[in-house]
């Protein structure tokens, strides 16, 4: 029989005890259990040598994150069908991934896919820390370049139909019931009988988040970069140009 | 017997005798039973700080320097104990991509870790990373069914050791995860990866029957549960032999009471996981009888707060 006893306060720890009752063989037969609330004012305090550990590494991290890496002119957010957060790193993360991409065919990465999910904060207006990025992006994803052949990219299209909007650079598309519908990549119509390259995380790649259609592609090319230390550089790169960044909607997502 | 009394005064600290049965405090009392008191933890995950009071799981919960006063504590009260980690010390935090897991083990080292395993986390920064922070730990990693003889970290941890807790012999052998698949190659490069339930069966045996261990402890990285094409823990402890504990880690999974399994002679094995983020340390009691080496077991997961508002 189990009883539990919880107790919310901080000075508290909560214990489970569990006791086990053994017969002379050695062989357990039966067992009780019950969580012990222990006033434990002894042990909810920090140790004082753990905290001098921390001190001089924690003092650098938080010059490290509290560095301005930029400006943006608008507060940004993710959302559905497109968004100005979503729509932001997308475009951003299109140009740096082409940037380090070194193609072998001379076919330039057309289209990025992220996650709304993946955006773990919003941007504000203003000053941007690196530790706003960090919390946007506290995931160390590396980017990935995925070569799929024209059914597969339907397929894509399909599943940020299905999803009602992802974030996503480089295409236009409508969304018409269940269906996407005029399809603009580049400027130009969807071709189901072309290869296209896309970049995304690693962990979209291999399959997360349910983009099976990633799965058993033409090819997987790893750009050996981070997305996070992507939109690092990009607010870098743009605030020594002196750009303070914004973000517009476009419906490159739209519903006809 | 110190130990006694401090059992019957947390009893008596947290409230009514539940209908408790009362045989270890009667055997504890008989004197010639040895308490070894094991300490658990896996998948801390760079969480130096506690987690945030906003968070949804485990708001306020957890930090390195609260778990250290903690182990603290505990070691005033016991004489014997024994502090093992399941993997994923690294990553999760900015202190992980600033410092590559060198402040994580250096607070491992002032709590007094005996051993850890390696997790797939502790492959991010690539061999080369391992190889600038395990001189940092003054504990051994243990890997059984990883072979790093064809890479850098060649040497740098053992497949099993043995330890003493008064005159009770402890062996403890670490298992991994398959690194193909969930591990970028360049970051593990040569390491081979073995069964990890061939690994278990052929090392539980060695500490169990050769070096005559008392318990015999497996630190895992595999995760509690899985499909039946990846190993795991539950399956582990179903088909093993000779272990008598599993500390677990990878799944994150929160076992609030530790798994009591029977393993394929028939004997009692148990699983320990407790979350992840150092939020929880996990707690098994042995007590082992001098005279016929039998062993009776306490658990507790230690809940670890946070105070400082």
Redesign the interface.
């Known amino acids: 029989m189990y009883k539990y006893i919880f107790r919310n306060s901080l000075f508290f720890v909560s214990l489970i005890l569990l006791v086990i009752a053994c017969k002379p063989t050695g062989i357990i037969t039966k067992y009780e259990a019950q969580i012990i609330a222990l006033d434990t004012t002894h042990v909810a305090k920090d140790d004082s040598v753990a905290l001098l550990i921390i001190a001089p590494y924690k003092q650098k991290i938080e010059a490290e994150m509290n560095q301005v890496i930029g400006y943006t002119t608008i507060a940004m957010d993710k959302g559905k069908p497109e968004a100005l957060l979503s729509n932001f790193i997308a475009d951003l993360i299109l140009k740096k991934a082409n940037d380090y991409y070194i193609t072998s065919d001379s076919q330039k990465i057309d289209m990025c896919l992220l996650n709304t999910g993946g955006l773990r904060a919003s941007l504000p207006n203003g000053k941007i820390l690196k530790s706003n990025i960090f919390d946007l992006m506290p995931f160390n994803n590396e980017l990935v370049v995925i070569t799929l052949n024209g059914d597969k990219t339907k397929e894509m299209f399909e599943y940020i139909v299905s999803k009602g909007g992802e974030p996503i650079s480089g295409f236009k598309m409508g969304i018409k019931d269940t269906n996407a519908v005029n399809i603009i990549i580049n400027n130009t119509p969807f071709d189901k009988s072309k290869a296209y390259k896309i970049v995304t995380s690693d962990y979209l790649a291999n399959g997360g988040d349910k983009m099976i259609f990633f799965n058993n592609p033409i090819k997987v090319e790893l750009l050996n970069h981070q997305i996070r230390d992507a939109i690092i550089e990009y607010f870098i790169e743009e605030n020594n140009k002196g750009n303070k960044l914004r973000s517009k909607l476009d419906k490159r997502i739209y519903y006809e | 017997m110190s130990s006694r009394r401090d059992f019957i005064k947390?009893?008596i600290?947290?409230?009514a005798l539940?209908?408790?049965?009362a045989?270890?405090l009667r055997l504890l009392a008989k004197n010639n039973l040895i308490k070894i008191t094991i300490l658990h933890t896996n998948d801390t995950h760079s969480r130096?700080e506690p987690f945030p009071y906003s968070d949804p799981k485990y708001p306020?919960l957890g930090?390195?320097?609260?778990r250290?006063?903690?182990i603290?504590?505990i070691r005033k009260k016991e004489q014997n104990v024994l502090l093992l980690d399941a993997g994923d010390t690294f990553?999760g935090s900015?202190?992980f991509?600033?410092?590559g897991g060198e402040?994580e083990l250096?607070?491992m080292n002032?709590?007094g870790y005996d051993a850890a395993t390696l997790g797939n986390h502790e492959f991010?920064n690539g061999l080369l990373g391992l190889q600038k922070q395990i001189p940092n730990a003054k504990f051994p990693f243990i890997c059984s069914n990883y072979d790093f003889s064809d890479t850098i970290i060649n040497g740098m941890t053992k497949p099993y050791i043995v330890l003493m807790k008064d005159d009770i012999k402890i062996g403890i052998f670490g298992l991994g995860i398959e690194l193909k698949?969930l591990v970028?190659k360049k970051n593990y490069g040569n390491t081979l990866y073995f069964n990890p339930y061939e690994k278990a069966a052929e090392y539980a045996h060695l500490l169990k029957k050769e070096k005559k261990c008392d318990i015999v402890i497996c630190m895992s990285h595999l995760g509690y549960s899985s499909n039946d094409k990846q190993a795991c823990d539950y399956n582990l402890a179903k088909q093993s032999k000779n272990i008598d504990l599993i500390v677990g880690g990878h799944s994150h999974t929160l076992l609030?009471?530790?798994v009591?399994m029977y393993n394929s002679d028939g004997k009692?094995i148990y699983i320990g996981q407790v979350g992840w983020g150092g939020a929880y340390l996990g707690r098994f009691d042995f007590y082992i009888d001098k005279s016929?080496r039998?062993?009776?077991?306490?658990?507790?997961?230690?809940?670890?707060?946070?105070?400082?508002?």
Do not use: H, R, W
Not at chain 2, 63 to 66: L, N, R, S
């Open positions: 947390s009893m600290m947290g409230g539940l209908g408790l049965n045989t270890p130096i306020g930090g390195f320097a609260k250290a006063a903690l603290k504590e990553q900015p202190y991509n600033f410092y402040l250096k607070l002032e709590m991010d698949g970028d609030k009471n530790p009591k009692i016929t039998k062993k009776f077991v306490e658990n507790n997961t230690i809940k670890i707060f946070n105070n400082q508002v």
